[in-house]
């Protein structure tokens, strides 16, 4: 198998000693069907044992891996050094402290993630000795938000975060419209208060990085945008008298 030499520009800082970040020039001897995520824990391995990021899967499931590649958020073991050129620069996410060299803080979008109440939440008593039965159907319309594996990248990509960091953001967002279109879930007004804030889907440009940086084509930004619809329905349902509009 043909190898290519691989020069890895990698950002590092450790804030109990760095006055500032600063970049570190490794050269990789890289196989074609490498990753980059191959080439970083070669890097890792060989070169410099110090050097402190996060991974865990290797299969695109865990989400722990995602960097700035060349500037763009990606998960390093989906982007593959057959496809880069011989100079690559590397860099924790955007729009995030760094901790330490290639691992960020997340506190922020965990907490927010807890916020939008990501759960189903009934109201009627569930029916004794009985299952909640769910068609096909019903499960075709949320399920494509239920691919999120919080990588992060959709909030280094998106430019409301970064002017913003009140902004909820797009996963945690997403992640509350998976259960209000859930059929099986009546807790979409409780969430409403959340999402219709000012801070909520109404912050977002609708740019679209979002759903362009996403390795699991989940979407947010169409996601918001239904919000937008639904929170207006809502908001009207309300003013009318009518009913809330939890299933």
């Given at each position: 198998?043909?190898?290519?030499?691989?020069?890895?520009e990698?950002l590092?800082?450790d804030?109990?000693k760095?006055?500032?970040?600063?970049?570190?020039?490794?050269?990789v001897?890289c196989q074609d069907?490498?990753?980059?995520?191959d080439?970083v824990?070669?890097?890792k391995?060989?070169?410099?044992?110090?050097?402190a990021y996060r991974w865990?899967?290797?299969m695109?499931?865990?989400g722990?891996?995602?960097m700035?590649?060349?500037?763009?958020?990606?998960l390093t073991?989906?982007?593959?050094?057959?496809d880069?050129p011989?100079?690559?620069?590397?860099e924790?996410?955007?729009n995030f402290?760094i901790?330490?060299d290639?691992?960020v803080?997340?506190?922020d979008?965990?907490?927010?993630?807890?916020?939008?109440?990501?759960?189903?939440?009934?109201?009627?008593?569930a029916?004794?000795?009985?299952?909640?039965?769910?068609?096909?159907s019903?499960?075709?319309?949320f399920k494509q938000?239920?691919?999120?594996?919080?990588?992060?990248?959709?909030?280094?990509?998106?430019?409301q975060?970064?002017?913003?960091?009140d902004?909820?953001?797009?996963?945690?967002l997403a992640?509350?419209?998976?259960?209000?279109?859930?059929?099986r879930?009546?807790?979409k007004?409780?969430?409403?208060?959340?999402?219709?804030?000012?801070?909520?889907?109404?912050?977002?440009?609708?740019?679209?990085?979002?759903?362009?940086?996403?390795p699991?084509?989940?979407d947010?930004?169409?996601?918001?945008?239904?919000?937008?619809?639904?929170?207006t329905?809502?908001?009207?349902?309300?003013?009318?008298g009518f009913?809330?509009?939890?299933?």
């Amino acid at each position: 198998m043909s190898t290519r030499q691989l020069e890895l520009e990698i950002l590092r800082y450790d804030p109990e000693k760095d006055e500032a970040p600063y970049f570190q020039n490794y050269s990789v001897p890289c196989q074609d069907d490498w990753a980059i995520l191959d080439a970083v824990n070669y890097v890792k391995e060989n070169l410099d044992t110090t050097l402190a990021y996060r991974w865990s899967c290797h299969m695109m499931v865990c989400g722990s891996c995602g960097m700035m590649i060349n500037g763009d958020p990606k998960l390093t073991c989906k982007t593959f050094v057959r496809d880069l050129p011989d100079k690559v620069r590397i860099e924790p996410l955007e729009n995030f402290p760094i901790e330490r060299d290639l691992v960020v803080v997340l506190d922020d979008v965990i907490e927010k993630l807890q916020r939008v109440k990501p759960y189903i939440i009934r109201k009627d008593p569930a029916p004794e000795n009985e299952e909640f039965n769910q068609p096909r159907s019903a499960l075709m319309k949320f399920k494509q938000y239920t691919m999120c594996i919080n990588c992060m990248c959709c909030y280094s990509a998106c430019p409301q975060y970064g002017l913003n960091p009140d902004f909820i953001g797009p996963a945690a967002l997403a992640l509350a419209h998976r259960y209000n279109i859930d059929s099986r879930d009546q807790g979409k007004s409780e969430r409403l208060d959340i999402l219709a804030d000012h801070d909520g889907v109404w912050d977002c440009s609708f740019v679209g990085a979002c759903s362009e940086v996403c390795p699991k084509s989940v979407d947010p930004a169409a996601a918001l945008q239904q919000m937008k619809v639904d929170g207006t329905m809502e908001w009207w349902k309300r003013k009318m008298g009518f009913p809330g509009g939890d299933s």
